[in-house]
């Protein structure tokens, strides 16, 4: 919304005109990178490349992180799919306004020809729901602390968004922004990997608990947001020249060194991260009068940078 | 993320296999559209053409419907600019991922030639900021019962989405997906519509009381969200070949008859709307195994149609 960049020379006369003590007072909150710029090398974690799937679009490439922490047999089905090189040739065949981009296996849409569906080979056809999981003391728990509409108590695990239930003793993913999904069919059981959805809009909050998310998109959301969207029913394109061809799904594992471009995810449970957090709540600067004064779990996006890009 | 439409016919057989009791209680929730089938005349508002833009794009039309109660100056010199036919021939010039995509004179960019500004004619090139509003107990008002992490109190006011805060007696539109904001620079006093900016994104409530909210996009959100995303800072498009045209933006009521398509919204304190309310937080079915029994501001899409499509 803002026509031209005035922050930081503003920001400066504004000091330089008032006393120190109201210099003091209006002190303009650190920008996400000027915090990042001070981070130290150990705040930021390297996923395993056993956890990256690396999806090569015909637009470009998208980077996603699997959370074995909480959905451990659809991560390991998803590697299994992604070993077979059975992604390789499918395409993004939904993309539903404010909601989500799906991409599978073409011939499982409704007007599919159920006869070509390409065989998931060693990878099961169905799973556990892995919905929600017993809270787990031993992960990483980076609590929010401005509630939340849908869960008793939200925060991070490893750089993935969390709702818990201290009554059930249960946790689960959130569907926020840039969260990958794994569709299925009405019985819980249906899901198996081999159709993923990633949000694109609003979080989708009321899906949680009812489907099974396995990542994060760590680089790449505009290449699946930034599509058009589908006209059939549920954004499903009507015609095949429409979808993305999918080129290839590999394990990060599996490429070879110069193909990995190895990204580092910023450690919720780091200093910076919660600094971060700090300036997102209370942020005052020359352009932004009043202060939230709180956040939303599905307002923060963990940053990531290029393992090449550290300093 | 449904692979197939299996809802009717599983909720179907369900009740067929099941005793009555046990069939009443797993009755599936009615959908929006079941729930729209049933729903008066009365409770559906016509927005005054007086306050629809309608935008022609080279891609297509959006219709956006403003919002005098809440922000009656700006209305008013959008209006002036409308009338004057000031947008025509202006563009998109920025789409930044889940955030906003905005349009204007692409000469106020960073890198425009600021000799080449279209001039604003009869509308001001200041207003006063009118970020809030005190609390006005004649609007209808719709509160919603879940909570909200950046408000004391949301709701609905006329088919736009409204938090408030009685201890400030204040009130004011929220940033939720397909809100339209006014662009300024850092100065409150620095919007005037000619930039505005519709949210594609994750609201950004951390905007809200920081600008000015002009209305409401009615129709056509896909054209402003699939859009590809700008390559420099902030999503600004760095090549005039990447941004999208504005044929024409016009008030309906400038409009020939045939041109208008008049659009309808439901009305936000009609008891239909109360029971798509319901159906949002309650919701059961073959496929929702769990209700979140909770619904957020910025979670609900107050429904549109066109006057032509009622029964």
Avoid at 19 to 32: C, G
Avoid at 262 to 270: G, H, W
Wanted: aromatic share 6%; net charge neutral.
């Amino acid at each position: 919304m803002r026509r031209r960049h005035l922050i930081a020379a503003l920001a400066l006369i504004t000091l330089l005109a008032l006393p120190a003590i109201a210099a003091e007072q209006i002190k303009p909150t650190p920008t996400a990178k000027e915090l990042l710029a001070t981070s130290a090398p150990d705040e930021w974690r390297t996923p395993d490349p056993q956890n990256l799937l690396v999806m090569q679009l015909a637009t470009g490439r998208v980077v996603i992180e699997l959370a074995p922490d909480f959905t451990p047999l659809h991560a390991a089905n998803i590697r299994t799919l992604a070993r077979q090189h059975y992604f390789d040739g499918l395409a993004i065949v939904r993309v539903q306004d404010n909601f989500v981009t799906q991409w599978g296996d073409p011939a499982s849409d409704d007007n599919g020809d159920k006869t070509k569906l390409r065989p998931l080979g060693k990878a099961s056809s169905t799973l556990p729901p892995e919905y929600t999981r017993p809270i787990d003391p031993k992960l990483a728990w980076t609590p929010l602390p401005d509630g939340d509409v849908y869960a008793p108590e939200v925060g991070f695990s490893n750089g993935f968004p969390v709702a818990r239930d201290p009554a059930s003793g249960q946790e689960w993913l959130a569907h926020c922004y840039g969260m990958v999904g794994v569709g299925r069919d009405n019985g819980p059981e249906t899901g198996n990997g081999s159709e993923l959805y990633a949000v694109i809009g609003q979080a989708p909050r009321r899906l949680d608990r009812n489907l099974a998310i396995a990542g994060r998109v760590l680089e790449g959301m505009p290449l699946l947001s930034g599509l058009p969207r589908g006209d059939g029913p549920m954004g499903f394109y009507t015609r095949p020249a429409q979808r993305t061809l999918i080129k290839s799904v590999r394990l990060a594992a599996e490429l070879p060194a110069a193909q990995q471009h190895p990204l580092q995810v910023l450690r919720t449970d780091s200093p910076t991260f919660a600094a971060l957090l700090d300036a997102k709540r209370h942020r005052h600067d020359a352009f932004y009068a009043v202060s939230a004064g709180k956040v939303g779990l599905c307002d923060i996006d963990v940053p990531v940078r290029e393992t090449s890009s550290a300093p």
